[in-house]
């Protein structure tokens, strides 16, 4: 399977940018998977679109040849020198969210795949900088499928469509101006201004449905001056949780709900039982059932309920 155009964009950043040579077409081509996988006329235009949209983000890509002396085939690099920002003399508070960028960054993939582009380069005989090159081990996930297409909108102000379905209420296609990208509780949501209800509104990435439509240009509007992502959820996440779940729950599962634990009791070698506190019995049932026999509710009666019901259907589906 392709890999995602996030992947692919960073994986051609760091392939030119740590070669010391111009590197020819097939060799990018044979370093990054998801070109690697297409067929050379996909290619040519996957990589036509990459390098202009680099451009767009202020990154040069450099034209040359191995010899000047011979017509060798051309090749392509980034200068490092010209990649490289000055020395930025931050904030606490800027530093904090750019630590904070910098684990998004290093979500799952992004690392594997650039390791492997370096050592495809490497292998071919190309003579790399391993010291621009330095990634660490993942430390958040995003792997909500609309997570890249979501966090490419906010960063270049392109309006976005999509099928989002909030639970117990039906599918709806929502026209939206993303604003930016939040993380909470370990999940992932969007907040924008919602064009059909005039409004701003925060949008969690697990309950879009489908592909997300792109329909309008880069640049085509603009995030309120002094907008605040942790402000705009606050205003706009569901209230507080105000009741208390009990939950059995097997040893070295359910992870997500230890979490959001407030107390745990060791009920034997294999069981614990946690308390979770909750605003809706419909996302906790939802959470829970996607543990099947691991969790089991021990109150109350209406978050029970809706788990076994969300399993029974989910066993008729699957007969």
Do not use: C
Not at 2 to 25: D, G
Not at 77 to 103: C, K, N, S, W
Not at 237 to 262: E, H, I, M, W, Y
């Amino acid at each position: 399977m392709a890999e995602r155009k996030t992947e692919r964009l960073m994986n051609l950043i760091f392939a030119l940018l740590v070669s010391r040579q111009y590197l020819t077409k097939e060799q990018i081509r044979q370093s990054i998977a998801d070109y690697r996988d297409s067929s050379q006329q996909a290619f040519e235009r996957k990589f036509e679109r990459d390098k202009e949209e680099l451009r767009e983000l202020g990154i040069k890509v450099e034209m040359g040849s191995k010899d000047t002396y011979f017509e060798d085939e051309v090749g392509y690099r980034i200068r490092r020198d010209e990649a490289e920002l000055p020395d930025l003399a931050l904030t606490r508070e800027e530093a904090a969210v750019m630590g904070l960028a910098a684990q998004v960054w290093e979500h799952a993939g992004l690392a594997g795949e650039s390791t492997t582009a370096l050592v495809k380069l490497k292998a071919a005989g190309v003579d790399v900088d391993p010291e621009v090159l330095r990634m660490a081990e993942p430390k958040l996930s995003a792997d909500e499928p609309s997570f890249d297409v979501m966090w490419d909108a906010a960063t270049r102000r392109i309006p976005v469509a999509f099928t989002y379905q909030r639970p117990g209420q039906p599918a709806a296609l929502r026209h939206v101006q993303p604003w930016g990208i939040i993380s909470w509780h370990d999940r992932w949501y969007l907040g924008g201004y919602d064009l059909d209800r005039e409004a701003p509104r925060i949008f969690r990435l697990s309950r879009v449905q489908g592909d997300v439509e792109t329909i309008g240009e880069p640049g085509s509007y603009d995030v309120p001056e002094g907008t605040d992502m942790t402000e705009v959820a606050a205003a706009l996440f569901p209230p507080k949780p105000d009741n208390v779940a009990v939950l059995r729950v097997q040893a070295g599962r359910g992870q997500s709900l230890r979490r959001l634990a407030t107390a745990s009791t060791k009920i034997d070698d294999e069981h614990d039982e946690i308390e979770v506190p909750f605003a809706s019995p419909w996302d906790l049932a939802g959470e829970v059932a996607s543990y099947g026999s691991d969790v089991l509710v021990v109150s109350p009666p209406e978050v029970r309920e809706q788990v076994v019901t969300r399993l029974r259907e989910a066993l008729a589906a699957a007969s």
